[in-house]
């Protein structure tokens, strides 16, 4: 956790610099603290949904990642295909 924490950190520090630098290493910090700390996680899915315009956002983001493992390959259920019925051919 602590390198995520020193990552967001670098990313406020480099955010008033000129350059596209400070908001993606930002990212990269919180995602990593993100993966590592329950507490974070549990933290920032509290602030999301007191707002609803970023819990609308959030709900976009996790539908849109859904889709995307499933037209990858990376989910073991497919939505679409999941509800329709499978028949035998006689024979």
Do not use: E
């Amino acid at each position: 956790m602590m390198v995520g924490i020193i990552i967001f950190v670098m990313g406020i520090i480099l955010f008033p610099m000129p350059g596209p630098f400070g908001i993606p290493t930002m990212a990269v910090g919180f995602s990593i603290m993100l993966k590592t700390s329950d507490r974070i996680k549990r933290t920032t899915i509290r602030l999301v949904h007191k707002n609803r315009h970023s819990s609308r956002l959030w709900r976009r983001m996790r539908g849109l990642y859904k889709r995307i493992r499933c037209l990858t390959g990376h989910s073991q259920k497919i939505p679409s295909l999941s509800t329709a019925k499978v028949t035998r051919l006689p024979g």
